[in-house]
């Protein structure tokens, strides 16, 4: 999807989708990759014996890079839920139809 995404756009997959996602939906702290200074904002992750392990960054951005925060993910997943007083979901950004399709089995 990631290269998809770029072909069609013409765009890379973290400008894409800050513009047409992030940015319309209010996800401020939000991207793809590891930001510029994520060893003083990120959690250090540990193992099962307590050992530090290493803050690992991926080249498939789409499947594996997103970086944000509870509140910005609350928010994307809000997205795709019916607003407060029955507005319509997608926030502007999805269409009603497109997230029945996302929802039907």
Do not use: C
């Not at 995404?5 to 890379?12: A, L, M």
């Not at 702290?29 to 003083?40: I, K, V």
């Not at 499947?63 to 997608?90: E, S, W």
């Amino acid at each position: 999807m990631q290269l998809l995404i770029e072909s069609v756009s013409g765009q890379s997959f973290q400008n894409y989708m800050k513009t047409e996602v992030f940015q319309p939906l209010g996800m401020k702290d939000t991207w793809f990759g590891l930001p510029p200074d994520f060893a003083q904002i990120m959690a250090l992750p540990y193992g099962p014996f307590v050992e530090p392990l290493p803050r690992l960054r991926y080249n498939e951005l789409a499947a594996a890079g997103l970086t944000t925060t509870l509140r910005d993910l609350a928010t994307l997943a809000a997205a795709g839920l019916k607003g407060p007083h029955g507005a319509p979901p997608g926030r502007g950004v999805l269409k009603p139809q497109t997230i029945e399709l996302m929802q039907t089995p």
